[in-house]
């Protein structure tokens, strides 16, 4: 599957974001997708991952409540909403997929999209 992400750009401190992957090459039910962040200087982390078959897990405690990931099938595509943003939310964001799980050990993710930088400042 290849995985194209788009959505990334500079946004001011309380602002909202939503970023989109678009899928190709496979459908998303056959895939758990999820949306990882880099920040400058930081290891690459999971954020949250919705599997094939719809359960979604949020890995990051801090952004309950302000991150919604969520997939529309009909376009093969994720969706990261991102509401209430913080400077410290500022991080390239990728698109990921595999087809057994969802992991917090990111390198396990066999399809990477190819990043979209959001940038949260005033």
């Known amino acids: 599957v290849r995985l194209q992400a788009s959505g990334g750009g500079l946004v001011q401190p309380g602002n909202s974001l939503r970023l989109s992957c678009a899928a190709s090459?496979?459908?998303?039910?056959?895939?758990?997708m999820g949306w990882v962040r880099q920040a400058p200087g930081e290891e690459r982390e999971l954020v949250s991952c919705i599997r094939s078959k719809g359960r979604i897990t949020n890995y990051i405690d801090s952004l309950k409540g302000r991150f919604t990931i969520s997939r529309d099938i009909a376009k093969n595509t994720v969706y990261l909403q991102m509401d209430s943003l913080k400077p410290e939310d500022t991080a390239v964001y990728y698109c990921v997929a595999d087809q057994r799980y969802c992991t917090a050990f990111v390198e396990e993710f066999d399809y990477w999209g190819q990043g979209t930088l959001v940038t949260v400042s005033s």
């Open positions: 090459g496979g459908t998303l039910d056959d895939y758990n």
